[in-house]
């Protein structure tokens, strides 16, 4: 029943890298509109408590629901899991992005302002260097989430490592079934040990832990 | 014509709302399915999170990294691979909600516990608590909005994933869906799903109600004077 792995090298490829694709860019993206959102929370006051709101309900929304919203706009494409994917990770990097900015101590950006920074480049040498742990832990949970969520969009048609579970289950054949799980896993450790390395290689000044 | 108005149109319809697979049957599924799944999670996660958070040190730091590890198991395949062995048991739906629901209580659970002002609990060991009444009264409360947070949080994912139980043959919400999506009708599809969102939202709600019950008096006003 193995022979059926190297029988089916080339479509196991494909649907690992549709599969890595769609979690990698959706989290990417996350990330991409929570800094900017994130940066504005963290000096407002009064805008963090509503978009909180808005993301926290958002966040309760069921990709696969999300999914069938978005196909009547997007259709049955990667767009569409993308895109409801994005909306996800962007929950879980937001709160993380704003919680790391608003822990960065007092005295520090003082300290910054005194030596002639200016709000630019404070931000961008001082305190978000400062919040890169907290940020990447947001991210982590975004890109492992989003690499096994990508599998549900198998259910409106988008190719992912989903296939393998549809299909094994429609053939009643585990092989098939144990290769997508083992690979989903492999994909999405592979990108946290990855993280990992990154926000190391970013904040040296950290004890390794 | 927009998700909305298909969904609409589609729940508004009597004929929907009777019957063995009507709304109000599949929504009770629905709950059944995510609160036993959500229940049996909370034995098992928030003991662990109690006593690894109690011990703290190393084995605190371990725990968030487990449970990131364990969000990369996707639910559909773990509940596709038990169908292929088990068949129609409660054991094939069961596994794959329970192992989502845990991470997020473990998280929290063990965070909130670990996260408590050793002043406080050496404040209660001093007052001649046993470690049992120390973490029992004292620690439990205090992480009782986080543990919560992580009650809540697993509580969306199981009512959300619920959905693919039906993929398997079983009721819930998800039925609409995956029948709708087998004979490419969207109405069912969209009214399915909206149905998914009100429940996940009317969780968080519940959720709302209850951290005011539970949460100790002392917490919420120091919370609001913060």
Not at chain 1, 27 to 46: E, F, H, Q
Not at chain 1, 79 to 99: E, H, K, M, R
Not at chain 2, 49 to 67: E, L, M, P, T
Request: glycine share 10%.
């Amino acid at each position: 029943m193995w022979s059926w792995i190297p029988g089916n090298a080339s479509l196991i490829w494909h649907l690992t890298w549709e599969n890595l694709k769609l979690g990698v860019l959706s989290a990417l993206y996350g990330l991409v509109l929570s800094l900017p959102l994130g940066i504005i929370a963290a000096r407002l006051r009064w805008f963090y408590p509503p978009v909180l709101t808005v993301f926290t309900i958002l966040y309760a929304v069921p990709s696969l629901a999300l999914f069938i919203a978005l196909i009547p706009a997007f259709g049955l494409t990667d767009t569409t899991v993308i895109i409801a994917l994005t909306v996800f990770s962007l929950c879980v990097i937001l709160p993380n992005v704003v919680a790391g900015l608003r822990a960065v101590p007092a005295a520090v950006t003082q300290a910054a302002t005194a030596m002639g920074y200016g709000p630019l480049r404070r931000l961008v040498t001082v305190e978000l260097p400062l919040a890169v742990p907290v940020i990447m832990a947001g991210l982590r949970v975004g890109v492992v989430s989003s690499i096994s969520l990508a599998s549900v969009g198998q259910l409106i048609g988008v190719s992912s490592l989903g296939y393998l579970f549809i299909d094994g289950l429609q053939r009643s054949f585990p092989t098939e079934i144990y290769v997508g799980l083992v690979l989903v896993i492999v994909l999405a450790l592979v990108c946290d040990l990855i993280l990992v390395a990154v926000r190391r290689a970013l904040t040296p000044w950290l004890a390794r832990t | 014509m927009s998700f909305f108005s298909y969904a609409w149109d589609w729940i508004t319809q009597s004929v929907n709302w009777h019957g063995s697979d009507g709304i109000p049957h599949q929504v009770l599924a629905h709950l059944g399915y995510s609160g036993l799944s959500l229940f049996i999670a909370a034995l098992i996660a928030v003991p662990a999170g109690v006593a690894i958070g109690h011990r703290g040190g190393r084995s605190a730091v371990a725990v968030v990294n487990v449970a990131n590890a364990w969000r990369a198991i996707p639910t559909l395949g773990l509940l596709t691979l038990l169908a292929v062995f088990l068949g129609f048991s409660a054991l094939t739906w069961l596994v794959p909600l329970v192992a989502l629901a845990i991470p997020p209580i473990l998280l929290t659970t063990c965070e909130g516990v670990a996260g408590v002002d050793p002043g406080v609990t050496d404040a209660a060991k001093g007052a001649g608590m046993t470690t049992w009444q120390q973490v029992v009264r004292v620690e439990v409360p205090i992480a009782m909005p986080l543990i919560l947070v992580g009650l809540r949080t697993s509580a969306i994912f199981v009512v959300a994933t619920a959905t693919i139980a039906a993929y398997i043959g079983l009721g819930g919400l998800g039925r609409f869906i995956i029948d709708g999506l087998a004979s490419n009708q969207y109405g069912p599809v969209a009214g399915g799903a909206l149905l998914v969102v009100i429940l996940a939202i009317l969780v968080l709600v519940l959720f709302a109600g209850i951290s005011r019950l539970v949460v100790p008096a002392g917490l919420r006003r120091q919370g609001r004077s913060e």
